[in-house]
T-cell receptor, first 113, second 113 residues
Framework: NAGVMQNPRHLVRRRGQEARLRCSPM?????VYWYRQLPEEGLKFMVY????????ESGMPKERFSAEFPKEGPSILRIQQVVRGDSAAYFC???????????FGQGTRLTVV | ELKVEQNPLFLSMQEGKNYTIYCNYS?????LYWYRQDPGKSLESLFV?????AVKQEGRLMASLDTKARLSTLHITAAVHDLSATYFC?????????????FGKGTRLHILP
């Protein structure tokens, strides 16, 4: 059973471009969380999704950021018109409904130049 | 709003010593997690604590949960250099509701040989 898979591992974008981060949860997991981590800091919650539903997006910036978790395929975190302040590591975690543990992917390190 | 506070945020200690990391949270919860993160790496799940009085041990690490005090501790016994990492506690609000997981800021532990 493969773990949580995130890709790409590293992503470089110029200011104004779009960044798409993908997360494939563990097999059998229907819950996905996205977190952002700035250097030397903790994890900041962004969004919590189940298949085809956004459960909680209270941590998402109001503009430029969106997330989805379609019925088929990976969860996508999309950042439009990236700015330098978006540079961070973005981690995805998945869990199984009724199960108590969330497993993390390796993260995507976004650098905006 | 659920808040999670860890202390200390930084800890430098010598091998062979014992120490405790504290995690306080602000609202009722009966699921608490401890994770380890090595520099540049993802988060590794260490413990999941589900009930008041729960205690779990793995090697030199022992975690406990007091839901009445809203406090969890991570105790390190006879520290070794390999335990140097950042340790995060995280909380959500319970097994019967879909809820985001909120992280503390982490405790960066440096063990001196």
């Amino acid at each position: 059973n493969a773990g949580v898979m995130q890709n790409p591992r590293h992503l470089v974008r110029r200011r104004g471009q779009e960044a798409r981060l993908r997360c494939s949860p563990m097999k059998g997991h229907s819950h996905v969380y996205w977190y952002r981590q700035l250097p030397e800091e903790g994890l900041k919650f962004m969004v919590y999704l189940q298949k085809e539903n956004i459960i909680d997006e209270s941590g998402m910036p109001k503009e430029r950021f969106s997330a989805e978790f379609p019925k088929e395929g990976p969860s996508i975190l999309r950042i439009q018109q990236v700015v330098r302040g978006d540079s961070a590591a973005y981690f995805c975690a998945s869990s199984q409904q009724g199960y108590t543990e969330a497993f993390f992917g390796q993260g995507t390190r976004l650098t905006v130049v | 709003e659920l808040k999670v506070e860890q202390n200390p945020l930084f800890l430098s200690m010598q091998e062979g010593k014992n120490y405790t990391i504290y995690c306080n949270y602000s609202t009722t919860s009966d699921r608490l997690y401890w994770y380890r993160q090595d520099p540049g790496k993802s988060l590794e799940s260490l413990f999941v604590l589900l009930s008041n009085g729960a205690v779990k041990q793995e090697g030199r690490l022992m975690a406990s949960l007091d839901t009445k005090a809203r406090l969890s501790t991570l105790h390190i016994t006879a520290a070794v250099h390999d335990l140097s990492a950042t340790y995060f506690c995280a909380v959500d609000r319970g097994m019967n509701r879909d809820d985001k997981i909120i992280f503390g800021k982490g405790t960066r532990l440096h063990i001196l040989p």
